[in-house]
Each structure stands twice: as structure tokens, then as C-alpha cells.
């Protein structure tokens, strides 16, 4: 009784109840009506909850998978996404390069005393000892030399072979520091041996024996490698009494010592009979990725600082499969998260590249088109443009990747106009190019086209052909390729979201 009472009582109640003088005519049109509302209501809420479940699609992140052998390009595009698209992130992360540039330029240093010892001394490479094991002893020039210079000369790079030779343990050291990225690949272990005649499934299945690179996967990509350098090279010792370093605890002692260097880096760099033997060599070594000679003026100082386009060049091997998550900041999808994934290009890591085919909304492959004349470090029998087609064909006949858009990036254009300029013919590595005309917009449609056929014959379905011609080191231009790019995917991602 009193729970009627209350039900008699409230306003909605009451509102809601029919007219108590209504006829059965009346009712009939009321209940009507009153059906008709909900179903009118029901209708606006599964609209609502259509609308609610398209939005949280379109606010999930937009996945993007870089693909491509090693050396391609595709940490340096990743970059230049986040230069782009995450400026506070990029300047937040860009100091902690410092220590990578460095070695990239020690190395440099390296391997320019490694190539003037065993071309001036034809005597040692024919002895069959290999460039890695090549230690010039502090009396090598002068032996070798003393044939074919004045003796001058001679002592000038016993001079310089041994002032710079404490960054042999300096390369050491930073090497040991970094770890395993910090170093080529240049063979292949068994177990992660690349077989193009076998899928990518069955690559996929020999992914658990090979444990040497699948165990890193880092979630915050290149910063794990970079995070491990700053205590270990802090407590180095490389001959520190020399050079005043002992203990420095701010991890200066790297930058102090190649700055102790800088004079004599330069002077061996700038030398002409240095830069004669090194124009004689069968690869240019500016050409080599994270090439910073031409810098050792800047880089070579105590307060060194990297630049935008230092960390762009910057070379770090990429190990296993990096996630990079970042917010983008500005273009067309401010405020959207975007999640890349940067994958290692050698051929042992290939086989974890299939297992992130599923749910990316574009692939971005990279293929380096002024390797033409260049083979892979881990298998000196392979062509690096043959092995880019391969990979590109793989990718393309994938039935997973069969409805994602891949986007291919012809790379390191300035590369292949170097190279042409300097007269080496496509014909002579490329049988196929025949007696084509060697100039940069020939050689670079013919080798488009061949990819464009790769896609043309072996997608298991017909799919749109992007191509973007790019030297991603030029950060200018890479934005206004990645503009066109992120229009794209989101115009993708947008389609798929609705579809879903
Ligand atoms: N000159 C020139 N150098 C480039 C270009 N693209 C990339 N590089 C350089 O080439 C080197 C290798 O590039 P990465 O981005 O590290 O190559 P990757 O594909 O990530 O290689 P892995 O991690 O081994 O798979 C770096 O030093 C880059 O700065 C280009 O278009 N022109
Ligand atoms: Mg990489």
C-alpha cells in the first residue's frame, strides 16, 4: 500500500500514465505512439553506440611496419618521423646519440688508417690477412711507404698512426659498451641463415632456434643501447694519465680524448696522398653509413652537442623488432598516437618480420637503389639490389599483406647520383640494364619499373603502386614525402576503421 502510495506520487509516474478518463480507442493510439517513441529511441541509441565504438577505432593508433635489408634506411626514416611529427620527444632523446656518433666517427678514423695500411703495403693484403684484423704497428707506414714516398711523408703517418692509435681501444671500449648493435653483421650463423626459396612462415618457425638477436626486443628501441653507455665509458681508462681522464665522472673522458685527437684526425683526413689512396679504393667511405670525417672539426670537441642531421646519419644496427610509440604533435593527426615498428634488415633477423604482418595499416618498404654495385656484408655473394627485389617480391606475395598498403621508398638517391657521376655503369653490376643510358632518372625509372612489376605479378591481389624517390638524410625533403605519406595511411586507416 504504501509503495502505491509513493508510485502515486511521483511526478514521472504519473506523467507517464494514461488519462484515467480514456477510451479503448485512445489506448489503442497511445500504445502506439508509445511504441513507435521506443523504437525511435532504441534506434538513436544503437547509432550512439555505432558512433562511440567508430570513434574509439579511429582513435587507435596507427601502426606502421618499416621493412627492408640492412643498411636500407629504415631507423633513419623512423627518425625522421619523430623529427617530424614529435619534436619535444626528438630534442628530449637527441643529446643521448652523442656517444653513438662518436664511435661512428672513431671508426671512421679507423678504418682510413686500415685502408691506407693494406694499400700501401700490397705485400700484407696479399698475405691473405683480412681488413677486420688489420693493426698497423707503429713502424708499418714507414716500412711500406719508404718504397713508394719520401721519407717525410712516411714519418708523417708514423706520426699520425700513432697519436691517433688510442682510438683503437676507444672503438673497443664504446663497441663493448653499446653492445651487438653497435657492429655489422657480417656473417650469418646457421640457424638464422636467410633461404629466399623458403616462405616467411617457415622463416617464421626457425625464429625460436635462432636466439641470438630475437631476445632483444626492446619496447623503448635504440634508447636500451644508448642507455648502456654512459656508466661503463665513464670509468674508462684509455691511457688516461696522458690525456688527464682518470675517473671523470661526468662521462667526458670519450669526447676529451677524441677531442685530443681532432688535430690529427683532420690532418690525416685532408691529407692528398691519403685522400689519392682512398679514391683508389674499391668502396668511397663517405658513402659508408655513419660516415662523420668530413665533421671531425665540430664533432671532435669536449662540448660536442649532435645536430638534427648528426642523429639522422647516425649509424646504430637495428636488433630484432623496436616498437617506437609517440603522439604526434603536429599534421593531420595531432594528438593520435602512431606506433612504428623498426625491424633488424640482416637475414638472420628477417624471420621475426611475419609475425608483425598482421594489423599494421601500412607497410613502408625500404629499398636503397644505389647499392647496385654493392652485396650484402653477411653474404659477399649477393647483390644488394637483387636482394632487394626478393625481399620486395616476399613482401608483396604476403596473402596476410595482401589488403595493407605498402608504400616503397626508392632510398639514398644522392648515393646513386654520386656514384653515377663518378662514371661506375649500372651495366656492369645490373646484366639485365643492358646498354640503357647511365644517368640518374634512367637508371632510377628502370629500376621503379622492376619493382612496380614485382608488385604487378606477385600480389595476390591488384594493389595501388606508391613509390617515393628519397635521400632520407635530406630532412627537408623527407618531411614533405612523410606529409604525403601520413595523408595516406590515415585516409587508410580511416577506411578500415569505418569498415571494421
Ligand atoms: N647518404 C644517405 N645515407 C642514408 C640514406 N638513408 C639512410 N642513410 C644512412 O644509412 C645508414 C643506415 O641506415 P639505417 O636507417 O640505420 O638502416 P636500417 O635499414 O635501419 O638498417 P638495420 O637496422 O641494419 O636493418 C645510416 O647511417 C643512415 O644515416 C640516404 O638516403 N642517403
Ligand atoms: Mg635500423
Known amino acids: 500500500m504504501a509503495r502505491a502510495h509513493v508510485a502515486e506520487q511521483d511526478p514521472l509516474t504519473l506523467a507517464a500514465a494514461p488519462p484515467k478518463d480514456e477510451t479503448p480507442a485512445q489506448r489503442i493510439i497511445r500504445e502506439k505512439a508509445e511504441l513507435e517513441a521506443r523504437r525511435i529511441s532504441d534506434e538513436i541509441d544503437e547509432q550512439i553506440k555505432r558512433e562511440k565504438q567508430a570513434t574509439k577505432r579511429r582513435k587507435r593508433p596507427v601502426k606502421v611496419l618499416l621493412l627492408g635489408q640492412s643498411e ?12 617530424t611529427y614529435a619534436r ?7 643529446t643521448s646519440w652523442r656517444t653513438v656518433i662518436q664511435l661512428n666517427l672513431v671508426r ?10 693494406r694499400e700501401v703495403a700490397d705485400p700484407i693484403s696479399r698475405n ?7 693493426e698497423p704497428t707503429e713502424s708499418h707506414f714507414s716500412r711500406t711507404l719508404s718504397n713508394n714516398f719520401p721519407v717525410q711523408l712516411a714519418e708523417k703517418y708514423d706520426r699520425l698512426n700513432l697519436r691517433l692509435s688510442p682510438l683503437r681501444k676507444l672503438q673497443r671500449d664504446l663497441e663493448a659498451c653499446l653492445g651487438a648493435a653497435s657492429s655489422e653483421e657480417t656473417s650469418v650463423g646457421a640457424n638464422g641463415a636467410y633461404d629466399p626459396t623458403l616462405g616467411l612462415t617457415a622463416l617464421a618457425e626457425r625464429r625460436a632456434r635462432n636466439t641470438q638477436e630475437f631476445c632483444i626486443n626492446s619496447r623503448n628501441g635504440w634508447k636500451s643501447a644508448l642507455n648502456r653507455v654512459l656508466p661503463p665509458v665513464n670509468t674508462m681508462d684509455y691511457g688516461s694519465k696522458a690525456y688527464g681522464l682518470a675517473n671523470n665522472p661526468t662521462g667526458d673522458s670519450t669526447a676529451e680524448l677524441i677531442a685530443s685527437c681532432r688535430g690529427d684526425m683532420i690532418a690525416l683526413w685532408s691529407d692528398p696522398i691519403v685522400q689519392d689512396i682512398l679514391s683508389k679504393a674499391p668502396s668511397r667511405i663517405q658513402e659508408s653509413p655513419g660516415f662523420f670525417l668530413n665533421d671531425a672539426n665540430r664533432i671532435a670537441t669536449s662540448d660536442y652537442q649532435p645536430t638534427d642531421g648528426d642523429v639522422i646519419r647516425a649509424r646504430l644496427r637495428t636488433l630484432g623488432v623496436q616498437e617506437h610509440r609517440f603522439v604526434f604533435e603536429q599534421g593531420r593527426t595531432a594528438g593520435r598516437e602512431w606506433v612504428m615498428y623498426d625491424v633488424g634488415g640482416t637475414r638472420s633477423s628477417r624471420a621475426t618480420w611475419f609475425s608483425y604482418f ?19 656484408r653477411e653474404d659477399k655473394k649477393v647483390n644488394r639490389l637483387e636482394d632487394s627485389y626478393l625481399l620486395w ?5 604476403s596473402q596476410l599483406l595482401a589488403k595493407t598498403q605498402i608504400i616503397l621508398f626508392l632510398n639514398k638517391c644522392d648515393l646513386l647520383q654520386e656514384k653515377l657521376k663518378r662514371g661506375i655503369l649500372v651495366k ?6 643492358g646498354n640503357g643510358s647511365n644517368d640518374a632518372v634512367s637508371v632510377t625509372k628502370y629500376f621503379q619499373q622492376h619493382f612496380k612489376d614485382i608488385s604487378k605479378q606477385h600480389s595476390p591481389q591488384p594493389r595501388p603502386f606508391f613509390v617515393h624517390l628519397t635521400s632520407i638524410i635530406d630532412t627537408k625533403a623527407t618531411a614533405a614525402t612523410l606529409s604525403v605519406v601520413e595523408e595516406g595511411i590515415v585516409r587508410d586507416n580511416l577506411t578500415r576503421a569505418d569498415l571494421l
Open 72 to 83: 636500407s634506411g629504415k631507423s633513419a626514416t623512423l627518425k625522421n618521423f619523430q623529427l
Open 88 to 94: 619535444r620527444k626528438w630534442t628530449a632523446e637527441r
Open 108 to 117: 671512421n678514423v679507423n678504418t682510413v688508417l686500415d685502408i691506407l695500411a
Open 128 to 134: 691473405g690477412i683480412d681488413d677486420d684484423d688489420l
Open 358 to 376: 598482421d594489423d599494421m595499416d601500412a607497410i613502408i618498404f625500404l629499398a636503397p637503389i644505389s647499392c647496385f654495385d654493392e652485396t650484402l
Open 393 to 397: 617480391r616476399t613482401v608483396c606475395s
Open 428 to 433: 656492369n653490376h645490373i646484366r639485365s640494364y
